[in-house]
């Protein structure tokens, strides 16, 4: 099976604003990042294809990812923003891109409640992503977005939904039952079939650790693998945000440790670093 990255990013910082970005504690990533600094660390890892996903909420962001997969062969899924609170303006987005341009689109939801989920005109929207073979890149975080997200899962049962992050564990916090509660938010999730999750470190974690402590995700790790399963979980780097606390290889490495540590075999291993991102998002390497 081959190895699949299926989450990071490309940009250029003079080209557009990134609000999540903070330059006190980003400074290491406040620079260009283009597929020519992604080749060679692909090579060393053994990674043969990648998802490259937005990270600004824009046309201007989509223009500048499909420049940046037609000059990289190994890019071999682009997920994309599209505005799903505006379906009239997502319709309009989505028509400008081939049927084949893109595998995911994404928007940055924060904390928003994501009440707009339940829109007649929201889910007709993602009717027509489920019909195109798109999935829906999110992070939900709160009860409230739990819940709208297994509605909509609930309403729209041909749309793939991919939880990026492991849907944000409070590695740091450690507040008594905080664990308990994703715990709970994970499950729920788990619970619509057409739910996948991405085994990857946000910003958040890593903003919050001094330095890479992947010790401190296993047992995060470990309740993904209980909920999910290989067969809807995928490996990735969130490269170039992931060199706040690790190199790229390493990142891959440590996580990957971690899957096996929470009793993956080699072939679940497989399925995590390729063949889950391969059939959700429709892509080959």
């Not at 260009?32 to 600004?56: I, K, N, R």
């Not at 740091?172 to 990857?200: C, I, T």
Request: charged share 25%; aromatic share 6%.
């Amino acid at each position: 099976m081959p190895t699949i990255d299926a989450h990071h990013h490309f940009w250029r910082v003079a080209r557009q604003a990134q609000p999540w970005r903070d330059p006190h504690h980003h400074a290491a990533i406040a620079r260009d990042f283009e597929p020519e600094h992604l080749a060679g660390e692909l090579a060393a890892a053994g990674v043969d294809a990648t998802v490259l996903v937005q990270s600004v909420d824009s046309a201007e962001e989509n223009d500048r990812l499909a420049a940046y997969a037609a000059r990289a062969p190994f890019v071999a899924g682009l997920v994309g923003w599209l505005p799903l609170a505006e379906p009239a303006a997502a319709h309009r987005e989505l028509d400008r891109f081939r049927a084949d341009a893109l595998c995911g689109v994404r928007t940055l939801v924060g904390r928003d409640p994501l009440r707009w989920l339940r829109d007649p005109a929201t889910v007709e929207l993602c009717e027509r992503l489920a019909e195109r073979g798109l999935c829906w890149d999110v992070v939900p975080v709160t009860p409230e977005q739990v819940s709208a997200v297994g509605e909509l899962a609930e309403a729209v049962p041909g749309l793939r939904i991919v939880v990026d992050h492991l849907a944000r564990p409070p590695v740091e916090r450690g507040a008594p039952g905080e664990a308990a509660d994703w715990s709970a938010r994970l499950a729920a999730l788990a619970a619509n079939p057409g739910v996948a999750l991405k085994v990857s470190v946000g910003i958040d974690v890593l903003t919050a650790w001094e330095r890479w402590d992947a010790a401190a995700l296993r047992p995060f790790v470990a309740e993904a693998v209980r909920h999910f399963g290989p067969e809807r979980l995928m490996l990735a780097s969130n490269w170039p945000v992931s060199l706040l606390r690790r190199d790229y290889g390493g990142t891959l490495a440590d996580l990957a440790a971690l899957l096996a540590d929470a009793g993956l075999d080699e072939d679940g291993l497989a399925r995590v670093r390729g063949e889950t991102a391969a059939r959700w998002y429709g892509v080959a390497a």
